[in-house]
């Protein structure tokens, strides 16, 4: 069901997906990906690459923090 007006989303539009995503959280993306999914397949595709970008980077954030916490923790005995 693609649609004539189906294209991947803009810088701009990239821009406040992300934006909107830390500030309220990667469902947004996921409410984003379920509204197009149908109508603009495009649309959805890259807004699943915007989460996966996000993701990694939320868990590389969390891993560099859980082993710098360890490294202070071995350092204080």
Request: proline content about 4%; charged content about 15%.
């Amino acid at each position: 069901m693609n649609s004539a007006g189906d294209r991947p989303l803009t810088r701009g539009e990239e821009t406040a997906l992300l934006l909107a995503c830390l500030c309220l959280t990667p469902l947004v993306a996921v409410i984003a990906y379920f509204w197009w999914r149908d109508s603009s397949p495009q649309r959805a595709n890259s807004v699943v690459a915007l989460a996966r970008w996000f993701f990694t980077v939320i868990l590389i954030v969390v891993a560099v923090g859980a082993a710098l916490s360890f490294l202070a923790q071995l350092l204080r005995h």
